[in-house]
């Protein structure tokens, strides 16, 4: 039943090929990947590769197990991993996916999260996958979390729950990226909560967010989780900056 419901939708696309033929998402040019990008702005996509910083996915060029920036913070974070650089054809995507609903770059997000997480044997001793939430009024304009759409397409991979019930965002915080790095710490201070705290008690909890900065965000989220009776909180971005 699934096949035949699903063979006139790819007919149809086959027709829409031949009519209009698939062109990248990111530079404009015809394409047959099965992203939607060409292999020119796939190569461009740089991964992060060891050694990187324990706390904060940042690359490290020297043997030590954590960045400068992580050694002096309050860090909340057991482990965490940044897939790839934030910066050309994947910062475009991230942008088409967030802000233009280009949901179905999801799949290259995912197996470029996936290809990260499953060199690190630390994830999978977790018991939930946690997007990072984003206050409700938000949701509604863009009628969708990006984060949750990414923690469940990596989910389906590797087995691990979502919960996107229980780690929520309580009020309305400025957008990070017009703050520095104290006035970053202090918006989102107390934004979270974690509602039934049974849910996470003793549990470990991966935490998946698209983008990196300074953290701020995504310590807030593990400090909240730990208060809560969290074992262990490691995060999987997609995208950091340097
Ligand atoms: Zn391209
Ligand atoms: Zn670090």
């Known amino acids: 039943m699934t096949t035949l419901l699903k063979k006139p939708v790819s007919l149809f696309k086959a027709f829409l090929d031949i009519v209009l033929p698939p062109v990248c998402y990111v530079c404009g040019k015809p394409c047959s990947g099965k992203y939607g990008l060409c292999e020119m702005c796939l190569e461009k996509i740089r991964r992060i590769t060891p050694p990187a910083c324990a706390k904060c996915g940042r690359k490290l060029h ?10 002096v913070k309050n860090s909340y974070i057991e482990k965490g991993w940044c897939a790839c650089y934030y910066e050309g054809s994947i910062k475009e995507c991230i942008h088409l996916f967030k802000y233009n609903s280009y949901l179905g770059l999801v799949d290259i997000f995912r197996d470029i999260m996936l290809d990260s997480i499953k060199r690190n044997v630390e994830a999978k001793d977790a018991d939930a996958i946690v997007p ?18 990414i923690a ?15 780690l929520k965002k309580i009020r309305w915080t400025k957008s990070q990226s017009e703050l520095d790095r104290q006035k970053r710490l202090e918006n989102v201070k107390g934004s979270f909560i974690v509602v039934d705290k049974n849910a996470f008690l003793d549990k470990n909890v991966i935490l998946v967010d698209d983008v990196y900065t300074t953290g701020a965000t995504i310590n807030e989220c593990a400090k909240t989780l730990k208060n809560a009776g969290v074992n262990k909180v490691y995060f999987l971005a997609l995208a950091r900056g340097a």
Not at 63 to 70: A, L, P, W
Not at 152 to 166: H, L, T
């Open 62 to 71: 020297s043997d030590v197990s954590i960045c400068g920036d992580c050694s």
């Open 132 to 149: 990072v939430p984003i206050y409700s009024t938000k949701k509604r304009e863009r009628a969708y979390n990006h984060a949750e759409v």
């Open 152 to 166: 469940r397409a990596i989910s389906k991979n590797i087995s691990i729950p979502v919960d996107s019930r229980n």
